[in-house]
């Protein structure tokens, strides 16, 4: 097999749609505020997608919460940790 195909095949392997989901919900949890842990213990990993399953989640990703980090919004950091790991695989 050729090294580019074999490359390729490793590059698939790593972003299949679990691993993905997988490094998103590790950064949706890591960057959740923790002032009583609620929030991070509420989101879930689902099929393909991360669950945030809790009245304010919405508020903490559009950074209408006061324990949301500076001027990147919520999403914007998820986005930026799941970039980063695809960019790390090719």
């Known amino acids: 097999m050729a090294?580019?195909?074999?490359?390729?095949?490793a590059v698939l392997?790593?972003?299949n749609n679990?691993?993905?989901?997988d490094v998103a919900y590790k950064s949706y949890v890591a960057h959740t505020p923790i002032r009583s842990g609620n929030a991070r213990r509420k989101t879930k990993k689902g099929?393909?997608?991360v669950v945030a399953d809790y009245?304010?989640?919405q508020q903490l990703q559009d950074n209408f919460s006061p324990q949301t980090h500076g001027n990147v919004l919520f999403s914007q950091r998820l986005?930026?940790?799941?970039t980063m790991f695809i960019a790390q695989q090719v």
């Open 13 to 15: 392997t790593a972003l």
């Open 47 to 49: 099929v393909n997608q």
């Open 79 to 82: 986005m930026m940790c799941v």
């Open 55 to 57: 009245p304010y989640a």
């Open 3 to 9: 090294l580019i195909s074999m490359k390729l095949k």
């Open 18 to 21: 679990a691993t993905v989901t």
